[in-house]
């Protein structure tokens, strides 16, 4: 199994700037994808950033320009930097792994607890 653990939510003011973290742990493949969604309260939740083993980057369009995804895979950490931050993106943001897993071969998905970012106006 695969456990995710984020940190670095909090409140701030529209403008300003957070950076999120994600530590994995457990059996995590070579080849995975790990990212970020977010849900605000009576949303659907949504892929903000996600990052594969092989380098490719999605962002969905309304942070381009705005945040930043990166990975650590020395220590199976996942970032968010978070610039010029709107109150469009409050939400709780959870991290996310996705890998193929074997016995027999299938697609295996994995969350965080979530941590809660606050935008003020």
């Known amino acids: 199994q695969v456990q995710l653990v984020e940190s670095g939510g909090g409140l701030v003011q529209a403008g300003g700037s957070l950076r999120l973290s994600c530590a994995a742990s457990g059996s995590i493949f070579s080849i995975n994808t790990m990212g970020w969604y977010r849900q605000a309260p009576g949303k659907q939740r949504e892929s903000v950033a996600t990052?594969?083993?092989?380098?490719?980057?999605n962002y969905v369009d309304s942070v381009k320009g705005r945040f930043t995804i990166s990975r650590d895979n020395a220590k199976n950490m996942v970032y968010l930097q978070m610039n010029s931050l709107k109150p469009e993106d409050t939400a709780v943001y959870y991290c996310n792994l996705a890998q193929i897993g074997p016995f027999p071969a299938s697609r295996r998905e994995y969350w965080g607890q979530g941590t809660q970012v606050t935008v003020s106006s």
């Open positions: 990052t594969t083993s092989g380098g490719y980057i």
